[in-house]
């Protein structure tokens, strides 16, 4: 009867195939954990947690190579204690991906994440290929890649319960550390925002009667730091009237909520203003999403309404429109005394 031991188990399809994905997931771990250490906090964070994840199906495909190799190929029989070193190996490598970030025990440490898998996969390969066991005995090829699989199992484990182990010297010294990253965080922050505000402040102070009111509308709105010099400066913008004109033309009556305080002509923007206003009302329906929001920013042009109300402005189309919509919508009382407003001032036009 023939030795079973020494049937080579046909082309290994299924290994190249499986050995193909766990080169995939294998780049995903080397690229994931060599992310460079100066990138920030958040994004280191997360470049661990996407190495830790590829390493989960990588080691699962290690595993099916192994099986493989046990069933089809000729794997000596102490092989079998992959079956213990082969899972505490993927915690090894996580392990040694974490500590190296910490940068403690120097970047050496990444050689067990980027060396364990392709040891492993040549080893399963090995023990797949009974022809490669003329050319490479299995005593030294066990010793080798065994050897240096443990070694590489083995030390990120004895870091890591030595990190695990109680050591007030050394967990005070990285409170201490937290703290001033912290501290060096918040101060690059500051130093930032100083920076936009002052870039802000310089873009600001380059504004005069020769500039477009749109330089303006972002400084305009109630409790921004520059709302009240804004309205003074746009009040001197000489083309202003045009410019709120074209503005609302342009479908930007959001952005023009405080029209009422820049001495605009309102024979100039009255048209323009009554179709953009308009606009926004047809909106409001159930069939959108949003229709709440733009309702609450109709109401905010209640003060503008007013001002071209009483300057005798024609609204009484978009206003009346305006409020047929509101009702139709409204479920609160709110909104019913939003359109009881509009009516009130469609009837004064």
């Keep these: 009867m023939k030795d079973q031991s020494q049937q080579p188990g046909g082309f290994p399809y299924v290994s190249l195939v ?11 771990v080397a690229v994931s954990a060599l992310e460079p250490g100066d990138s920030d906090a958040a994004g280191r964070g997360m470049a661990l947690g996407f190495a830790f994840v590829f390493c989960i199906p990588l080691w699962i495909l290690l595993a099916a190579l192994f099986a493989i190799a046990a069933s089809m190929g000729r794997m000596p029989g102490y092989a079998a204690t992959a079956a213990v070193l082969l899972p505490l190996s993927a915690f090894a490598a996580m392990s040694a991906i974490g500590l190296y970030d910490d940068d403690k025990y120097g970047a050496w440490l990444i050689a ?98 020769d500039s477009p009111l749109a330089d303006y509308l972002e400084y305009l709105p109630p409790g921004h730091p520059r709302s009240e010099a804004a309205v003074a400066g746009a009040r001197r913008v000489k083309s202003r009237n045009r410019d709120a004109a074209m503005l609302l033309k342009a479908g930007r009556i959001g952005n023009l909520a405080e029209l009422w305080r820049l001495d605009v002509d309102p024979t100039v923007v009255c048209g323009d203003y009554g179709g953009a206003f308009k606009a926004e009302a047809w909106k409001i329906t159930r069939a959108r999403s949003d229709y709440d929001s733009v309702e609450g920013h109709l109401e905010l042009q209640l003060p503008n309404v007013e001002w071209l109300v009483g300057a005798h402005c024609d609204l009484g189309e978009a206003l009346g429109e305006a409020e047929a919509r509101v009702r ?22």
């Design 18 to 28: 499986l050995l193909a994905l766990a080169c995939f997931f294998y780049l995903g």
């Design 112 to 209: 067990a994440p980027l060396l364990l898998p392709p040891l492993w996969a040549l080893y399963a390969l090995w023990g797949r290929l009974p022809q490669w066991h003329d050319r490479f005995a299995a005593g030294p090829t066990t010793a080798l890649l065994g050897g240096a699989v443990l070694v590489l199992t083995v030390v990120p484990l004895v870091l890591m319960g030595i990190e695990a182990m109680p050591d007030p010297k050394r967990d005070a010294a990285r409170a201490a550390e937290r703290v001033a990253q912290g501290k060096a965080q918040e101060e690059e922050e500051e130093k930032r925002r100083q920076e936009a505000d002052a870039e802000d402040a310089a873009r600001f102070g380059r504004l005069g009667p």
């Design 328 to 349: 139709a919508v409204s479920d609160s009382p709110r909104e019913n005394k939003f359109a009881d407003t509009l009516s009130a001032l469609r009837r004064r036009r």
